[in-house]
Structure formats: C-alpha cells, structure tokens
C-alpha cells in the first residue's frame, strides 16, 4: 500500500444541535461513512458554553474570514447589518453560535482519510443553506438564510460543523478529544481505496 501522507488526514465533525433534533444523527455519518472516510472517534455531549466559544476562537483568521464573508452575503443582498467591520460582526455571530453550539446534545466525531478536510466540507455543503448545493448535507436538509437568521439575531441552522482547513482541523480536534479517545486501526475497505496493485482479489 502507498504511504501517502494526506491518507491520514483528520478533520473534526460535529453535528450541531440542530441536526440532533432533527433525528439527522445517522443520516450524516452515512453521507460521510459511505463515501469511503473512517471514523476514528465519536461522543454526545452538551457542550459548556466556554468550550462552544473556544471553539470558534481558536482559528486568529477566522473572525476576519466569516465576517468577511457574512458582510459581503449582505451587501449582495442589499442588507444593512449596521456595521462595515468584518471583526465586529463576527464577535456578534461568535456569540450567537456561544449560545446555540451549547443549546443541547450534539455528536462530534473525527473523520480520516485521504483529503477527509476537503472531502468533509464538500459533502457537507456551503454554509448558508438557501445557496448550499442539492445532494450536500445542509442543501438536502436545511432551508435557512443568512437574512431569516440576522433578523432573529441568532446563527444560520446548518445541521453540522466541519473543520475549514488542516490547521483548524488540528487545533478543533485537541479541543474536543483527547488523544487516547482517537482510534488508530484498519478497515479492509482501505485495501481497495488505496492499494494500488489489488493484490489478493483473484483467488
Ligand atoms: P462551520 O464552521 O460551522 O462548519 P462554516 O465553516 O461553513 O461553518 P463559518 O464561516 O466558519 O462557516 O461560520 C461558522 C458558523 O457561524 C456557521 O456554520 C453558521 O452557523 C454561523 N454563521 C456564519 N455566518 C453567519 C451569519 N452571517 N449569520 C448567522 N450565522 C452565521
Ligand atoms: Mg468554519
């Protein structure tokens, strides 16, 4: 078997309460265990709301990034959010997801495989569900906006969190589990993802 190194690539999952109310718990580990990732780690908690706000604080860039994003989805709508910092806004969004990631139950997991990042973000969908694509978790299962959620002053219900990129996935994962909780074992599906010669098929 080749030893690619992105083979072991790890990205945090979680499904927010939302999604655990919803009864979607085992729709979403089937989106993402048929497409070939192995779970490696996976428990229900109600998160303390220190621990939801550490979580959205842990990336630097990311309060730049979202309100950014948050500021640019608004003027494209036409939509005054009342502020043209994208640091402002995203403290506000901050707290707003303090208060829902620790509303009740959710699941998190940990994810791996080759890509598992980019491939968990693809089957999960963009974050705005009205433009999420069909056939993406949030696109099949939501149907809310940016502009439904800004006017009731609380997050955009999205049904899951999943890592941005390698980094954020490092720093998510240590927050949420610790080392001896991650699994490290075989599948006997990785043989026919990975190995290149398909060596022992043929009796
Ligand atoms: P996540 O980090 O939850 O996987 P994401 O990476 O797709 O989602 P981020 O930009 O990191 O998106 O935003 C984090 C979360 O903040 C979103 O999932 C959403 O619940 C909430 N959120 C982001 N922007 C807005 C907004 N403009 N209005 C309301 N909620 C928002
Ligand atoms: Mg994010």
Request: hydrophobic share 40%.
């Amino acid at each position: 078997m080749q030893n690619y190194d992105d083979k072991q690539q790890q990205t945090l999952v979680i499904v927010k309460p939302d999604g655990v109310q919803r009864g979607l718990i085992g729709e979403v580990i089937k989106r993402y265990e048929q497409c070939g990732l192995k779970l490696v780690a996976i428990k229900m908690l109600i998160p303390s709301p220190e621990l939801a706000l550490a979580h959205y604080s842990t990336d630097p860039e990311w309060a730049l990034k979202t309100g950014t994003k948050s500021l640019e989805a608004a003027k494209a709508r036409g939509q005054d959010l009342g502020t043209n910092d994208p640091i402002v806004y995203a403290e506000k969004i901050r707290a707003t997801l303090k208060s829902f990631l620790s509303s009740g139950p959710v699941v998190a997991m940990v994810w791996q495989g080759m890509g598992a990042v980019a491939v968990v973000r693809k089957i999960t969908g963009s974050t705005e569900p009205l433009s999420s694509a069909p056939g993406t978790i949030r696109g099949d299962f939501t149907i809310d906006s940016y502009t439904a959620a800004d006017a009731d002053n609380r997050s955009v219900r999205n049904i899951i969190h999943s890592s941005g990129s390698v980094d954020e996935a490092k720093i998510e994962i240590k927050l949420w589990f610790k080392p001896e909780e991650i699994l490290n074992y075989r599948l006997i599906s990785e043989e026919i993802i990975y190995d290149v010669n398909l060596d022992g098929i043929l009796e």
